[in-house]
């Protein structure tokens, strides 16, 4: 095998999120969630890895490591606690956490939103809420004109699809944990207006910004039966925010796994049906129903093998959705803004980016316009649902004491991006 060269001024980095890494979000609609009578979560966030105070710290190990990027979010239930409110000391914090990336000579990417809501608009309705996207954008326009100077790359939201699908479908244990049709189609209706508004007030406040929102994409596999369902539900939970993002300056691409669709054709219909009827998708719907619409991990074939999460182990299914998206959107930018494996064994982790990173050379030499990597997580954090017990990390986190460990799988794509270079 020869080296696998990439370009030189290509985008290295690894990702975080506020309310996975910061701790204390207690303004926020995942707080109420975590701390509900009856909740899902085996984990509050707390403390989270007290990325609010150690930033300082995480920031010199992501340089240290080789990295030139780092993809952080800014919250905003702390910077506008109160709506029409914004907090000028937290807005100042993530200047001051900016210009630390920048000092260490790592590009900033500021995803602005991520997941998590300030209490105010939960109240409201979420992403129910018909005002919601102009909301979101008049934050965005806020934070963008204070970070004008420092910040070129912007994500806006941050996996609309989970959003809408997670927590208004009630597939993944999100808030607010609704369970129609109805409440689903409406949050991925604000979402995807979302999208068109947030792009251009972006631009307004920083015409020199490149920005995109980044889309949860799966390499689907089906059989002749599942098909029509699989291509409805990635209609759904992808394409519509694909085509609402076709003024954006790139995409990004999220991908982890591969997802079988297996039915016959009379049951690929029924699920299309049964999704409409609320007492079919909570805990009395037929198990095929739930495990084929609302479980993330379906049987797999025989000999396949999976992660923490449960996902299949496929890290060259990036390769499949880059080339899909760049099928829909011919010529635009795409960035790979999340990539990783929950693992406890390291040595699984760097196969998976070495797998991961040749499914992205080889889009490279296709012609398709792939300007950057970046890492899930930096940094091993609160995982939604999951709470802790899944391990993202290049840099270990003990739950103790918070102490951080660089992995060997963070020096090694440390050295790739350094070098520019996998070495064959």
């Known amino acids: ?196 508004l947030v792009t251009p007030a972006v631009k307004e406040a920083n015409p020199g910004a490149m920005v995109g929102f980044t889309n949860s994409m799966q390499e689907w596999e089906a059989d002749e039966g599942g098909r029509p369902f699989m291509e409805w539900l990635r209609h759904r939970n992808e394409d519509v925010f694909l085509a609402a993002a076709a003024d954006d300056d790139f995409v990004g691409v999220q991908t982890y796994t591969r997802v079988p669709v297996v039915l016959p054709g009379w049951q690929s219909v029924l699920l299309r049906g049964a999704l409409r009827v609320p007492a079919l998708i909570g805990m009395a719907a037929p198990p095929m129903i739930r495990k084929q619409a609302l479980d993330p991990n379906p ?34 930018p795409l960035i790979v803004t999340e990539h990783g494996i929950a693992t406890d064994d390291d040595a699984e982790r760097i196969e998976f980016i070495d797998g991961g990173l040749r499914a992205v050379h080889e889009e490279l030499d296709a012609g398709v316009p792939v300007l950057g990597y970046i890492h899930w997580s930096l940094l091993d954090n609160f995982e939604w649902a999951k709470g802790y017990s899944q391990r993202f990390g290049l840099i270990g986190v003990d739950r103790a004491t918070l102490a951080r460990t660089v992995r060997p799988s963070g020096r090694h794509l440390g050295e790739i991006a350094r070098t520019g270079r996998l070495l064959g």
């Not at 074939?301 to 999976?306: D, H, I, L």
């Open 299 to 332: 049987p797999l074939p025989a000999g396949r093998r999976r992660t923490q999460m449960g996902y299949e182990f496929r890290p060259q299914a990036v390769g499949a959705t880059l080339r899909r998206v760049a099928a829909l959107l011919p010529g635009k």
């Open 1 to 196: 095998m020869t080296d696998l060269v990439f370009p030189k001024d290509f985008l290295w980095g690894a990702a975080t999120a506020a309310h996975q890494v910061e701790g204390g979000n207690d303004n926020s609609d995942w707080w109420d969630w975590e701390l509900r009578p009856g909740t899902n979560c085996p984990d509050p966030s707390g403390i989270a890895c007290d990325h609010w105070n150690r930033y300082p710290e995480d920031i010199a190990l992501a340089a240290g490591l080789g990295l030139n990027t780092y993809r952080y979010s800014v919250e905003w239930a702390r910077l506008e606690p109160e709506e029409g409110v914004f907090d000028g000391a937290a807005l100042d914090h993530y200047l001051a956490m900016t210009d630390a990336v920048l000092a260490a000579g790592l590009i900033p990417m500021v995803t602005l939103y991520h997941f998590s809501l300030p209490r105010w608009l939960a109240r409201k309705g979420g992403w129910l809420a018909p005002d919601a996207p102009a909301l979101l954008a008049r934050f965005a326009g806020r934070v963008v004109r204070a970070l004008a100077g420092r910040v070129r790359w912007y994500c806006t939201i941050n996996e609309p699809g989970v959003v809408a699908f997670g927590g208004y479908l009630g597939a993944l244990g999100f808030p607010p944990g609704r369970l129609d049709m109805g409440s689903w189609d409406r949050a991925a209706a604000n979402l995807a207006a979302a999208i068109r």
